[in-house]
Structures are given as C-alpha cells and as structure tokens.
C-alpha cells in the first residue's frame, strides 16, 4: 500500500474561474458517486462540504449543474485516504446529499457506496495489488464500522495488476453481471445508536395519530431501522415503488412514525436527518426469507441498502422482533437470509450463535463495483467562500 503525494496541496490546479479537483465516479452496488482522496479536499469541514455541493449540483431537484444524478442514490460521495491505525488499510468518509438540500451528511454509513472503496483506492494509487485477490480493511469514519473486503485483481499479458470489473456476479438492481466484491463487516451492531436494540427492546409499541398503537422493531445493525409490518398500517407490503411513493397518507404517517422512533432510540430529533430509515415488512413473496420496502427516508428505495439489509436480516432472526413472525424460518449457524426487495433479493450471511438467543455474530455479502470515469470533478473557485481554504 501507498498513498501518492500531492505536492501543489489539494485544488491548487486551476481551469480558467474553477478549481480542478481529481475525482473518480464510481458505482458502488445500487448506488453511485464521486470518489475523492481525502488529500485532494479542504481539511475544513464546511469547505469540503461546498466543494461537494458544488461537484454534485445540490441543492437542484434536477442537480443540472452538478455529477449527482438526481436522487438519493445518486447523490453520494466518498472520501477515502490511507490510515495509520493499527490493523486499518484505509479509512472512508461516506457523505450523503440530496438534491434539493444544501446539506451534507457524514454521520450514516453506506454499504454500497462501501463496495467501491477498496477498487477507488487501487485505482487512485492509495493501495497497492496484493495478488489476484487484494483484501484491506476499512474503517468508515462516520460511525467506527470496520469491514474487511476483498475484490479481485488480476495481472494483464505484462504482468501488471488491476481491479477486474468483468464477472459472473449479480446484484439485484444493477444491470448485467460484474466481478464480486466481498465484503465481512467486523462490527456493526449499534453503528450510530447506542445498541443493536437502542430502546432495550426488541419491540415497542407507539401510537399513531388516528390511527392508535403501531408496534415496532427500532434495530441498528449497521443502519440504524424502524421494522413496521406493512399491514400495521393498512398496506400489503406487495405495492410498487411508485405506488408507495405517491401514497401520501403512508409516507406522513411514517414520517410520523419516525420523528417518534427517533426519539425512543436515543437519536433526538431526527427531523433533519437520514436515518432511522423506516422499512415496510411483509411474508416472502419469492421465495426469499422476508419482503421489504424501505424509506430513505422519504422516498422508496428501488432495492434496499446493504447495511439495511444486514439489519434487516437480522431482526428476523431475533424472536419476539416484528420481523421474526413475518418471516420464513433461518436454521444453522451460518445462515443465508434473503431479504426481498422492489427489485429483487439480496442475501446476508450472517454467522448465528444458538447457544446465546441466537446472538449475530459476523455478517458477509457480495456487492459489486464499477469505475466510471477518472478525470476532474471542476467547482467555482468561489465555493469555500474563500479561495485559500482550497489550498
């Protein structure tokens, strides 16, 4: 591994009025956006954040001006850098944008936007090909999650090594097949709450307006969800995206819901934010273990997150959850969990201890990656509000 110097500083180079500042736009599993080395932006918080804005057209609906394409999913951005951390490979900041706001937010992980960073950072020079199979380790700043991941990197006629995107695997909601991406996450439980279970429950019980007591299952195993079955609140689970998306009463009355949640889970007020990340769960429909559809908060996911799924997953393998009744029997100690989705299926290994509960021990899933373009991501020099903080 080795990171490559930046002897000019971060944004330095300039293209007429703009900064230029190296980028690589990447697909990470259901998700896409830029990569930056953490050396190429301002260290200053608030200038960092402009500078993505400005990269990803926020805030505009239709993100005209920008590389975001538009949507929750397409308004992401990665940073990533090498780390001197004992047992750390590389370190990543994941930011969440929206489009029509002004506001990053670096505090959620993202297990998709995780799949590109160990393919970003060879391809961007801050890690170097171990073999056929390079493994690193990667800690994701925003909440401590660890997670080891391995991709494959083949060498060309020459000898020389590269990040192979061509394979047989599949992701439900991307297009094609692709190389693997595995990736074990090593800690997970109680990611941005205090716990795995933040409210000491593994259900609860909350009343809605007009419509009396919901019960819930608010978990953390990755992604900090609010478990409701769809028939709680009147819906069979089976709807479409934009079916759901157009149901006004369901999306306020889960935003309802969540504002509550937020609260018992130790989160404070959550209006603002992108999580808890409510998630309509239903009976199988094809076969899998559990039927989903989840919220980011406000709109339908086309599939689900992957640390969503992970926490997903494992909710229905905790008795007395509200997933735990809905869903098809989980037998073994290393059991495959198909989580159901708009788009598809995406299965979660997760390692069980039986004798404690059972307890979740380990988690593991492949994800996919693409590089898409490596060049210049170019942002008005005014956009730090002051040009040095680009330096």
């Not at 299926?345 to 899933?365: H, I, S």
Request: net charge negative.
């Amino acid at each position: 591994m080795h990171h490559t110097s930046h002897p000019e500083g971060p944004g330095t180079r300039l293209h007429g009025s703009q900064v230029a500042v190296p980028c690589w736009l990447l697909r990470g599993g259901t998700s896409r956006g830029p990569f930056f080395r953490a050396a190429d932006l301002p260290a200053d918080p608030a200038a960092r954040d402009a500078v993505l804005l400005a990269a990803l057209g926020s805030p505009d609906p239709r993100q005209i001006d920008g590389l975001g394409g538009a949507t929750p999913l397409t308004s992401k951005a990665g940073i990533v850098g090498p780390s001197s951390r004992p047992g750390i490979d590389l370190e990543f900041r994941f930011a969440q944008l929206q489009p029509d706001s002004d506001r990053v937010d670096t505090t959620a992980n993202c297990g998709n936007m995780l799949a590109a960073v160990v393919p970003f950072a060879l391809e961007a020079g801050l890690l170097a090909p171990e073999g056929d199979l390079t493994t690193a380790r990667v800690l994701t700043l925003n909440t401590g999650l660890r997670a080891e991941i391995r991709v494959r990197t083949p060498a060309d006629a020459a000898g020389r090594r590269h990040v192979a995107y061509e394979g047989s695997a599949h992701v439900d909601g991307v297009p094609g097949t692709a190389s693997p991406v595995e990736i074990a996450f090593l800690d997970t439980a109680g990611s941005v709450c205090a716990e795995l279970l933040p409210t000491g429950r593994v259900r609860d019980r909350v009343c809605l307006s007009g419509l009396g007591t919901v019960e819930v299952t608010c978990i953390d195993n990755g992604m900090p969800l609010v478990l409701v079955a769809a028939s709680a609140l009147g819906r069979t689970g089976r709807e479409t995206v934009a079916e759901l998306d157009a149901d006004r009463e369901l999306t306020d009355r889960l935003e309802e819901l969540r504002l509550a949640c937020g609260e018992l889970m130790g989160l404070g007020d959550v209006t603002g934010r992108n999580y808890p990340k409510m998630t309509l769960i239903s009976p199988p429909a094809s076969g899998g273990t559990l039927s989903t559809r989840s919220f980011i908060p406000h709109v339908c996911h086309t599939s689900i997150g992957v640390l969503a799924a992970v926490t997903a997953a494992t909710a229905c393998v905790l008795e007395g959850s509200v997933a735990h009744e809905l869903a098809a029997g989980v037998t073994g100690t290393d059991a495959a969990v198909s989580v159901e989705h708009p788009s598809g299926e995406f299965t979660v290994t997760l390692g069980l201890d039986t004798a404690r509960g059972p307890g979740v021990t380990r988690a593991a899933l492949v994800r996919t990656a693409r590089l898409l373009m490596a060049g210049d991501v170019l942002v008005p020099r005014h956009t730090a509000n002051r040009e040095e903080a680009l330096r």
